[in-house]
C-alpha cells in the first residue's frame, strides 16, 4: 500500500486522549502530537458535543459536519450544545383534540386508558473522549471471545451452531460429532465446550495435531481449513499484509524521511546519501563542546556535520565502517539488518567458510534458527493457559500437510491478534506518513523507510482454552538487545496476572536465546516506577551506540529504559528448552502492561 509523506512544515491538528485504568499494569505509550490515537467513539442519540473537551473550533466544527451527514433520516434526534433546534423523530402526527372551549391543535398530555404512562427515557453518555472498550464500543455491545472460530463467525464465513464432524484418515467414517461455537466445539460426547484441539483428542486422534484440517463442515460441505484460507484471502486482510510503500511529496526538494531514525521526531536533520534515513546529529552523538568561551557562551554544543557525502549506520559495514564499492559489496543480516561485507565475515571466527553466510555473526544465526523453532508451537502453561510466538508467514505454493496447517493458523491468529490490539489500542498513527503502526507492528509489515520496516516483529500471545487474552510485540536485534514496544491485555482480564505469565515467558525465551537486554519507550513521568519496582535503568553507554545502530521503535518525548536480563541457574537453560511453558517459577517481577497508564499510587 501507497503513502504519502505530508507536506514539510504544514501544521496539522491532532487530537490525542489519555487514559488510566485500575490495574497491576501500566502503559509506556502516551498522547503525543506525532502518534494520535483518536479512536472514534459510538455516537450518541443527541449527538452533544461536551464544550469542556480540549478539541479546537476546527475540530469540533469538523465533527459537527460529519455528524450531520452521517445521520439517518429517520429515528434520530440532534441538539447543538447551545440550545440550538431539536429535530423530532418521525411518529405518527399527533391527534386534534378540542375542549370546551372550542381550542383544537393542541396535543392531549393524558395517558391513554389503554397504555400506562412511560417513564422517560434514559439518554445515553455523549462523551466523545470515553476510552474505548468492550463495553462500550460500536462493534461490540458485550465482550465477545477473541477465538479463530468467533473470528470467522463474525467474518460470516461461518453460522454459529454449525454441525461438525471430526473425520478418520480415510476421510469416509465421522470420528466425533459437535458443533461450533464462539468459544470452541460443543461435543456432542461430553456436551462440553472444548477447544478444537481437545475436539481432537476426544476423536482420538491427539497425535496429529491438525485440528483444522479434519474438522468437516456439515452444511458447507467442506473442512474448515480451507475456510480459514478463505477468510485470510478477503479483501481486507490482504489490505493489512501489504507493504508500506512510503512516496515523498512532489513538492518535497528531497526524497528522505521527516522524521529522525533513532528518536522518531522531526527537526534539522541530517540525510543519508544511500538510504532515506535521517538523523539529529545529538542522536548520532556528533556534537561538539566548544572550548573558546570568548566566542560562544560556556558548554554551548553545537553540531559536528560531516562533511561531503555522509552514510549513516545501516548503509556501512558494522565492522569496518566502510560502504559498497565495486569490488565491496553490502550484505544484510537476515536477523538483525546490520550490512556488512562478506570478506570482513569471513575474518570473524566460528563463521563457516564452505557456505556463504546470510547473517552477520554466528550468534545471529543461533538466534535466528532458534525463533523460527519457536514460531506457531503451542506452550502449554498451567491451568488451560498457553502461550504461542506468532508471525505472519508467507503463502507456500508447495506447503501441505502440517506445514500448511501451521501457517494457516499462524497467519489467523495473527488477525484475531489485531482485532485484540485494536480493542485495547487507541490507533497509533505516524504523522509523517499517516500508516497505522500497531497495525503494521502486528502484521510485520515492510516499507521502504527504515524507521517503519517493521518486517521482524513478532507477536507473543497468551490464550486460555484458544481464546487470545493478552499480546506483546518483540524484535531481537542480535544477542545485545530485544525491544517490546506494546504489551497489552483485554479488559475483563486485567488485574488477574494474566501479563505477568505471557512476560515471563518471554523472559525466560529470551535468556535461552541469550538476549542481554530488553528494552522499552516510557513515558517520563512513570520513569521513577519502571526503576523502582520493575528493576529497569537509563540506557547505559555500551547500550547507546547500539542503538544508534539498531533499528528500534521509538514515540516522540518517550523515554528508552533498558533491563538487563539476568543470566539463569545453570539448569535453567536445559529447563527452558525441555519444558513445554518455558517459564521459570523464581524469576523476578516482568514488565506490566504498557499499554495503561500508572493509578496515583503507583506514582507518587
Given at each position: ?28 505509550t502516551y498522547s503525543d502530537p506525532d502518534y494520535t490515537r483518536t479512536r472514534p467513539q459510538r455516537r450518541s442519540r443527541n449527538n452533544n458535543v461536551s ?230 546529529p545529538n542522536c548520532l552523538d556528533l556534537e561538539v563542546r566548544l572550548i573558546d568561551q570568548y566566542s560562544t557562551p560556556p558548554g554551548t554544543r553545537l ?144 516499507s521502504n523507510l527504515m524507521r517503519l520496516n517493521f518486517k521482524r516483529f513478532f507477536t507473543a500471545i497468551l490464550e486460555h482454552n484458544d481464546e487470545i ?136
Amino acid at each position: 500500500m501507497a503513502y504519502k509523506m505530508r507536506t514539510r512544515k504544514q501544521t496539522m491538528i491532532y487530537l490525542n486522549h489519555s487514559s488510566s485504568s485500575e490495574d497491576e499494569v501500566y502503559d509506556s505509550t502516551y498522547s503525543d502530537p506525532d502518534y494520535t490515537r483518536t479512536r472514534p467513539q459510538r455516537r450518541s442519540r443527541n449527538n452533544n458535543v461536551s464544550s469542556s473537551s480540549s478539541s479546537t473550533p476546527l475540530q469540533i466544527a469538523d465533527r459537527n459536519v460529519q455528524m450531520e451527514e452521517t445521520a439517518p433520516e429517520t429515528g434520530s434526534s440532534s441538539r447543538s450544545n447551545n440550545g440550538g433546534a431539536v429535530k423530532r423523530r418521525r411518529r405518527r402526527p399527533p391527534k386534534n383534540n378540542s375542549n370546551n372551549n372550542g381550542e383544537q391543535g393542541r396535543r392531549s398530555r393524558r395517558p391513554s386508558n389503554r397504555l400506562q404512562a412511560r417513564p422517560p427515557r434514559r439518554r445515553r453518555s455523549s462523551n466523545l473522549h470515553q476510552r474505548p472498550s468492550t463495553s462500550n464500543t460500536s462493534r461490540d455491545v458485550l465482550p465477545r471471545q477473541r477465538t479463530i472460530l468467533s473470528w470467522l463467525i463474525d467474518k460470516e464465513i461461518i453460522q454459529e451452531n454449525e454441525q461438525v464432524w471430526y473425520m478418520d484418515k480415510s476421510r469416509h467414517a465421522a470420528l466425533q460429532e459437535g458443533k461450533i461455537t464462539r468459544a470452541g466445539v460443543l461435543c456432542r460426547c461430553c456436551y462440553k465446550v472444548i477447544t478444537v484441539h481437545e475436539f481432537e483428542d476426544h476423536a482420538e486422534r491427539s497425535t496429529l495435531k491438525r485440528p483444522y484440517d479434519n474438522i468437516y463442515l456439515v452444511r458447507l460441505q467442506s473442512y474448515l481449513l480451507s475456510y480459514l484460507v478463505k477468510a485470510l484471502q478477503r479483501e481486507d486482510e490482504v489490505s493489512r499484509r501489504e507493504f508500506n510503500l512510503i512516496q515523498p511529496q512532489t513538492i518535497a526538494s528531497d526524497q528522505n524521511d521527516d522524521a529522525c531514525m533513532i528518536c522518531a521526531d522531526g527537526g534539522d536533520l541530517i540525510c543519508c546519501e544511500r538510504c532515506p534515513s535521517t538523523f539529529h546529529p545529538n542522536c548520532l552523538d556528533l556534537e561538539v563542546r566548544l572550548i573558546d568561551q570568548y566566542s560562544t557562551p560556556p558548554g554551548t554544543r553545537l553540531p559536528n556535520i560531516p562533511q561531503g557525502d555522509w552514510l549513516c549506520p545501516h548503509c556501512v559495514c558494522k565492522f569496518c565502517g566502510a560502504g559498497s564499492s565495486s569490488s565491496l559489496t553490502l550484505t544484510a543480516c537476515v536477523l538483525c539488518e546490520m550490512q556488512y561485507h562478506g570478506e570482513c565475515v569471513l575474518e570473524i571466527k566460528g563463521i563457516d567458510l564452505n557456505r556463504p553466510s546470510v547473517f552477520c555473526s554466528s550468534i545471529c544465526g543461533e538466534i535466528y534458527m532458534k525463533l523460527q523453532e519457536m514460531v506457531g508451537v503451542r506452550k502449554e502453561l498451567d491451568n488451560g493457559y498457553s502461550w504461542t510466538l506468532l508471525r505472519r508467514m508467507q503463502a507456500l505454493t508447495y506447503a501441505s500437510g502440517n506445514e500448511l496447517h501451521k501457517m494457516v493458523e499462524c497467519n489467523c491468529k495473527i488477525a484475531v491478534a489485531w482485532t485484540v490490539m485494536d480493542e485495547i489500542f487507541m490507533p497509533t498513527i505516524d504523522r509523517f506518513t499517516t500508516i497505522n503502526v500497531v497495525q503494521s507492528v502486528i502484521y510485520n509489515r515492510g516499507s521502504n523507510l527504515m524507521r517503519l520496516n517493521f518486517k521482524r516483529f513478532f507477536t507473543a500471545i497468551l490464550e486460555h482454552n484458544d481464546e487470545i487474552i493478552s499480546i506483546a510485540t518483540l524484535r531481537v536485534n542480535g544477542n545485545k538487545l530485544a525491544e517490546m514496544p506494546f504489551v497489552g491485555t483485554r479488559e475483563k482480564y486485567r488485574g488477574k496476572g494474566m501479563v505477568q505469565k505471557l512476560l515471563t515467558a518471554l523472559e525466560s525465551a529470551l535468556c535461552f536465546l541469550k538476549v542481554e537486554n530488553l528494552v522499552i519507550p516510557s513515558v517520563p513521568e512513570v520513569v521513577p516506577m519502571w526503576k523502582e519496582k520493575y528493576s529497569f535503568s537509563p540506557i547505559n553507554n555500551s547500550l547507546i551506540k547500539d542503538l544508534i545502530s539498531t533499528n528500534t521503535l521509538m514515540f516522540p518525548t518517550a523515554v528508552r529504559l533498558q533491563k538487563s536480563l539476568a543470566p539463569q541457574a545453570t539448569d535453567s537453560a536445559d529447563a527452558v528448552e525441555n519444558k513445554p511453558n518455558g517459564v521459570n517459577d523464581n524469576t523476578k517481577i516482568p514488565l506490566p502492561d504498557l499499554n495503561l497508564e500508572p493509578s496515583e499510587e503507583d506514582v507518587n
